[in-house]
């Protein structure tokens, strides 16, 4: 029998493909692995396989977690459900059209990877669709994260996005149609992900990737493809920590009139001033209060179970 270390790029039922040594092999849980929760093995777990004399391949550990992303559970339940482990960034794409730029939806994304201590990088894609695509993005820029402006159709900006991947575990995320796979597919040859086209009456994408998926990318890289969505529920957000999710307010933050202040409309908010002279961009503090009152929203209910 034979043990190697591998990469798990993808579940299926029970069965797990494995990267290792260059190549990918099937693998089932072994049984002391079996127990407990289903999400034991991710996508992206690092893992030690073993093959044994009949040709069967097993998961007999997983490695500890550098970084860990999680979301909450669709529906009522205050649980989350892990969706990729050993990430390094979060890369957001949005479409400059069809769909049309969104940058609420686009800071429920970034404000995902900062709850879970995740690096964030931004592509605007389909630029080719517009006039000028400098516009796009900039506050994200303004609040520190790479930026880059792509279009497959004509070819820009993809050597950016290529140098952004390379030598990382970056999760691909981002609103249905933005064109995540045909990004994915035109930089590495061979992937042949799954794209649909955007609905013209409701300018929404079709869901062409159905689960959390990684795939090797040049040179020691991986990129984990993820569902569509078209509703970023706040994967477990506290609304204490919506604030620190835009790291751009940090510095005005300590600046405020009162300790408590929550940049809504309090009298003396620092973080409104800074948006009011631009060194804050406007969309982003829209944003962040849209994303604390549905933090505060959801977390009554609980507060109100755990009184009884």
């Not at 977690?65 to 559970?73: A, N, V």
């Not at 959390?212 to 509703?231: I, N, Q, S, Y």
Request: glycine share 10%.
């Amino acid at each position: 029998m034979s043990q190697r270390t591998g990469v798990v790029l993808s579940r299926t039922g029970g069965r797990y493909r494995v990267f290792g040594d260059g190549h990918c092999l099937e693998a089932t849980l072994r049984g002391r692995l079996k127990k407990g929760s289903r999400n034991r093995v991710l996508v992206g777990d690092v893992v030690t396989v073993q093959t044994h004399p009949d040709n069967a391949t097993t998961i007999e550990a997983v490695h500890p977690r550098r970084s860990l992303l999680k979301r909450r559970t669709p529906g009522k339940s205050r649980g989350v459900r892990p969706v990729a482990a050993n990430l390094d960034q979060v890369v957001v794409v949005g479409a400059a059209r069809q769909p049309d730029w969104d940058p609420y939806l686009i800071d429920r994304f970034t404000a995902v990877a900062e709850a879970n201590d995740l690096s964030v990088a931004v592509v605007v894609n389909k630029c080719d669709l517009v006039a000028d695509c400098s516009e796009f993005g900039m506050p994200y820029q303004a609040a520190g994260y790479p930026v880059m402006r792509t279009s497959v159709p004509e070819r820009s900006g993809l050597e950016d996005l290529r140098r952004q991947l390379d030598g990382c575990v970056s999760l691909f995320s981002g609103p249905t149609g933005a064109g995540k796979s045909s990004l994915l597919n035109v930089l590495q040859p061979g992937l042949r992900l799954r794209t649909g086209e955007v609905s013209e009456r409701s300018q929404a994408g079709r869901h062409t990737t159905v689960a959390a998926e990684m795939h090797p990318f040049g040179k020691d890289g991986f990129v984990v493809d993820t569902p569509g969505l078209r509703d970023v529920g706040l994967w477990g957000l506290e609304p204490l920590e919506v604030a620190a999710a835009f790291p751009e307010f940090g510095r005005f933050v300590g600046q405020c009139r009162f300790d408590n202040c929550r940049h809504l409309e309090e009298p003396g908010c620092a973080v409104a001033g800074a948006a009011e002279q631009g060194s804050i961009a406007g969309s982003r503090l829209e944003s962040y209060r849209l994303l604390l009152r549905e933090a505060t929203r959801a977390a009554r209910p609980w507060a109100s179970e755990r009184r009884r």
